[in-house]
Protein backbone atom coordinates (compact mmCIF):
# COMPACT_ATOMS: atom_id res chain seq x y z
CA UNK A 1 0.00 0.00 0.00
CA UNK A 2 1.11 3.34 -0.98
CA UNK A 3 0.02 6.41 1.58
CA UNK A 4 1.02 9.77 -0.33
CA UNK A 5 -0.41 13.26 -1.28
CA UNK A 6 -2.90 13.86 -3.06
CA UNK A 7 -2.29 15.38 -6.76
CA UNK A 8 -4.81 16.83 -8.85
CA UNK A 9 -5.59 13.75 -10.92
CA UNK A 10 -6.82 12.07 -7.97
CA UNK A 11 -9.71 14.60 -7.05
CA UNK A 12 -12.00 12.88 -8.96
CA UNK A 13 -12.10 9.56 -6.83
CA UNK A 14 -11.76 11.90 -3.99
CA UNK A 15 -14.81 13.88 -5.15
CA UNK A 16 -16.85 10.49 -5.79
CA UNK A 17 -15.94 8.61 -2.87
CA UNK A 18 -16.51 11.31 0.07
CA UNK A 19 -19.61 11.88 -2.26
CA UNK A 20 -20.96 8.83 -1.56
CA UNK A 21 -21.15 9.08 2.15
CA UNK A 22 -22.65 12.64 2.12
CA UNK A 23 -26.17 12.19 1.71
CA UNK A 24 -26.72 10.08 4.99
CA UNK A 25 -24.33 12.86 6.41
CA UNK A 26 -21.38 10.47 7.07
CA UNK A 27 -19.47 13.25 5.75
CA UNK A 28 -19.89 16.75 4.28
CA UNK A 29 -20.39 17.14 0.67
CA UNK A 30 -17.44 17.75 -1.11
CA UNK A 31 -18.35 19.79 -4.58
CA UNK A 32 -15.44 19.25 -7.23
CA UNK A 33 -14.43 22.36 -7.81
CA UNK A 34 -14.01 22.78 -3.99
CA UNK A 35 -12.17 19.66 -4.03
CA UNK A 36 -9.61 20.55 -6.75
CA UNK A 37 -9.30 24.17 -4.63
CA UNK A 38 -8.06 21.78 -1.62
CA UNK A 39 -6.59 18.64 -3.01
CA UNK A 40 -3.13 20.01 -1.73
CA UNK A 41 -5.15 19.21 1.69
CA UNK A 42 -5.75 15.66 0.66
CA UNK A 43 -3.75 12.17 1.31
CA UNK A 44 -5.04 9.20 -0.73
CA UNK A 45 -3.89 5.14 0.08
CA UNK A 46 -3.67 3.31 -3.09
CA UNK A 47 -2.79 -0.63 -3.72
CA UNK A 48 0.72 -2.07 -4.88
CA UNK A 49 -1.06 -1.61 -7.86
CA UNK A 50 -2.17 1.91 -7.53
CA UNK A 51 -5.76 1.87 -7.18
CA UNK A 52 -7.39 4.35 -5.32
CA UNK A 53 -8.47 3.26 -1.50
CA UNK A 54 -9.31 6.10 -0.09
CA UNK A 55 -8.41 9.57 1.42
CA UNK A 56 -8.16 11.84 4.00
CA UNK A 57 -7.66 15.83 4.54
CA UNK A 58 -6.10 18.14 6.90
CA UNK A 59 -7.67 21.39 6.89
CA UNK A 60 -5.52 24.53 9.11
CA UNK A 61 -6.95 26.60 10.47
CA UNK A 62 -3.90 28.20 11.83
CA UNK A 63 -0.52 27.71 13.42
CA UNK A 64 -3.05 26.78 16.89
CA UNK A 65 -5.35 24.67 15.32
CA UNK A 66 -6.33 21.92 12.23
CA UNK A 67 -9.12 19.51 11.55
CA UNK A 68 -9.16 15.90 9.93
CA UNK A 69 -11.92 15.97 7.12
CA UNK A 70 -13.24 14.01 4.55
CA UNK A 71 -11.29 10.63 5.96
CA UNK A 72 -13.02 7.46 3.80
CA UNK A 73 -11.67 4.05 2.83
CA UNK A 74 -13.66 2.35 -0.66
CA UNK A 75 -15.97 -0.30 1.40
CA UNK A 76 -13.69 -3.23 -0.48
CA UNK A 77 -11.11 -1.75 1.01
CA UNK A 78 -12.35 -1.68 4.95
CA UNK A 79 -10.50 -3.39 7.75
CA UNK A 80 -7.23 -3.73 5.84
CA UNK A 81 -5.38 -0.70 7.70
CA UNK A 82 -5.95 2.21 4.88
CA UNK A 83 -7.81 4.41 7.17
CA UNK A 84 -5.12 3.70 10.49
CA UNK A 85 -2.48 4.31 7.33
CA UNK A 86 -4.33 7.60 6.58
CA UNK A 87 -4.95 8.89 9.58
CA UNK A 88 -1.09 8.30 10.89
CA UNK A 89 -0.12 10.25 7.88
CA UNK A 90 -2.31 13.33 8.47
CA UNK A 91 -1.01 13.51 12.04
CA UNK A 92 2.48 13.30 10.82
CA UNK A 93 1.37 16.31 8.39
CA UNK A 94 0.43 18.35 11.37
CA UNK A 95 3.36 17.44 13.45
CA UNK A 96 5.75 18.33 10.72
CA UNK A 97 3.92 22.60 10.45
CA UNK A 98 4.16 22.14 14.39
CA UNK A 99 0.76 22.12 14.68
CA UNK A 100 -0.11 21.55 18.42
CA UNK A 101 -3.82 20.80 18.57
CA UNK A 102 -6.01 18.47 15.69
CA UNK A 103 -9.52 18.44 16.07
CA UNK A 104 -12.71 16.56 13.79
CA UNK A 105 -16.05 15.44 14.21
CA UNK A 106 -17.32 12.43 13.91
CA UNK A 107 -19.86 9.62 14.44
CA UNK A 108 -17.20 6.70 14.92
CA UNK A 109 -15.24 8.03 18.04
CA UNK A 110 -13.96 4.43 18.73
CA UNK A 111 -11.93 4.52 15.55
CA UNK A 112 -10.49 7.87 16.51
CA UNK A 113 -8.99 6.99 20.03
CA UNK A 114 -6.84 4.61 18.91
CA UNK A 115 -5.12 7.10 17.38
CA UNK A 116 -4.69 9.81 20.44
CA UNK A 117 -7.77 11.58 19.67
CA UNK A 118 -10.08 12.25 22.85
CA UNK A 119 -14.04 13.55 23.14
CA UNK A 120 -14.57 16.91 24.03
CA UNK A 121 -17.94 17.86 25.41
CA UNK A 122 -18.16 21.46 24.66
CA UNK A 123 -17.54 22.14 21.20
CA UNK A 124 -17.65 25.73 21.88
CA UNK A 125 -13.76 25.76 22.71
CA UNK A 126 -12.74 25.25 19.03
CA UNK A 127 -14.77 28.77 17.87
CA UNK A 128 -12.80 28.23 14.33
CA UNK A 129 -14.59 25.15 13.63
CA UNK A 130 -17.61 26.92 14.97
CA UNK A 131 -17.69 30.02 12.90
CA UNK A 132 -16.34 27.97 9.70
CA UNK A 133 -19.31 25.25 9.40
CA UNK A 134 -20.71 24.57 12.50
CA UNK A 135 -23.02 28.22 12.25
CA UNK A 136 -24.29 27.69 9.14
CA UNK A 137 -24.82 23.83 9.04
CA UNK A 138 -28.61 22.39 9.29
CA UNK A 139 -27.58 20.32 12.07
CA UNK A 140 -26.75 23.23 14.13
CA UNK A 141 -29.34 22.61 16.59
CA UNK A 142 -29.51 18.62 16.37
CA UNK A 143 -25.90 17.78 16.48
CA UNK A 144 -25.35 14.41 16.96
CA UNK A 145 -21.37 14.65 15.64
CA UNK A 146 -18.72 13.88 18.62
CA UNK A 147 -16.28 16.41 18.98
CA UNK A 148 -12.80 15.02 19.40
CA UNK A 149 -9.23 16.74 19.95
CA UNK A 150 -5.48 15.50 19.76
CA UNK A 151 -3.60 17.31 21.63
CA UNK A 152 -3.83 20.43 23.85
CA UNK A 153 -7.43 22.41 23.79
CA UNK A 154 -6.12 25.78 21.61
CA UNK A 155 -5.78 28.81 23.35
CA UNK A 156 -6.61 31.15 21.08
CA UNK A 157 -8.84 31.34 17.46
CA UNK A 158 -8.61 33.78 14.03
CA UNK A 159 -12.48 33.22 13.19
CA UNK A 160 -14.41 34.98 15.83
CA UNK A 161 -13.94 35.05 19.67
CA UNK A 162 -14.28 32.23 22.19
CA UNK A 163 -17.64 34.28 23.70
CA UNK A 164 -19.29 34.22 20.71
CA UNK A 165 -19.22 30.68 20.25
CA UNK A 166 -20.37 30.13 23.10
CA UNK A 167 -23.31 32.06 22.74
CA UNK A 168 -24.17 29.88 19.40
CA UNK A 169 -23.81 26.92 21.26
CA UNK A 170 -25.54 27.51 24.18
CA UNK A 171 -28.46 29.01 21.87
CA UNK A 172 -28.63 25.73 19.49
CA UNK A 173 -28.83 23.73 23.08
C1 LIG B 1 -13.40 4.84 9.48
C2 LIG B 1 -12.66 4.23 8.31
C3 LIG B 1 -11.93 5.36 7.55
C4 LIG B 1 -11.64 3.22 8.87
O1 LIG B 1 -10.87 2.72 7.78
P1 LIG B 1 -10.30 1.21 7.78
O2 LIG B 1 -9.34 1.12 6.68
O3 LIG B 1 -11.44 0.27 7.78
O4 LIG B 1 -9.58 1.17 9.20
P2 LIG B 1 -8.30 0.28 9.58
O5 LIG B 1 -8.39 -1.04 8.94
O6 LIG B 1 -7.06 1.07 9.33
O7 LIG B 1 -8.49 0.14 11.15
C5 LIG B 1 -7.58 0.70 12.09
C6 LIG B 1 -8.10 0.35 13.48
O8 LIG B 1 -9.35 1.03 13.70
C7 LIG B 1 -10.38 0.10 13.99
N1 LIG B 1 -11.61 0.58 13.33
C8 LIG B 1 -11.84 0.68 12.00
N2 LIG B 1 -13.07 1.20 11.79
C9 LIG B 1 -13.61 1.42 13.02
C10 LIG B 1 -14.87 1.90 13.46
N3 LIG B 1 -15.83 2.29 12.61
N4 LIG B 1 -15.09 2.00 14.79
C11 LIG B 1 -14.13 1.61 15.67
N5 LIG B 1 -12.92 1.12 15.33
C12 LIG B 1 -12.67 1.02 14.00
C13 LIG B 1 -9.91 -1.23 13.41
O9 LIG B 1 -10.50 -2.32 14.06
C14 LIG B 1 -8.41 -1.14 13.66
O10 LIG B 1 -8.14 -1.45 15.01
P3 LIG B 1 -6.88 -2.36 15.44
O11 LIG B 1 -5.68 -1.60 14.98
O12 LIG B 1 -7.01 -2.45 16.92
O13 LIG B 1 -7.07 -3.66 14.70
C15 LIG B 1 -13.61 3.46 7.35
O14 LIG B 1 -14.34 2.52 8.10
C16 LIG B 1 -14.59 4.35 6.62
O15 LIG B 1 -14.32 4.77 5.50
N6 LIG B 1 -15.78 4.62 7.21
C17 LIG B 1 -16.79 5.41 6.54
C18 LIG B 1 -16.44 6.89 6.52
C19 LIG B 1 -16.38 7.45 7.93
O16 LIG B 1 -17.21 7.18 8.79
N7 LIG B 1 -15.33 8.28 8.14
C20 LIG B 1 -15.13 8.97 9.40
C21 LIG B 1 -15.83 10.28 9.35
S1 LIG B 1 -15.42 11.27 10.78
Request: charged fraction near 25%; include cysteine.
Amino acid sequence: MLVRKALLTDATNVCDLVNSLSTDGTLLKRPFAEVCENIRDFTVALSDGGVFLGCGALHFYGPHLCEVRSIVVRPAAKSKGAGGRLLTALIEEAEEHGIQSICLFTRIPDFFFKFGFRAVEDKAVLPDKIFKDCQSCPRLHRCDEITMVRGRIPSVSLLGPREEAEQLVRISG
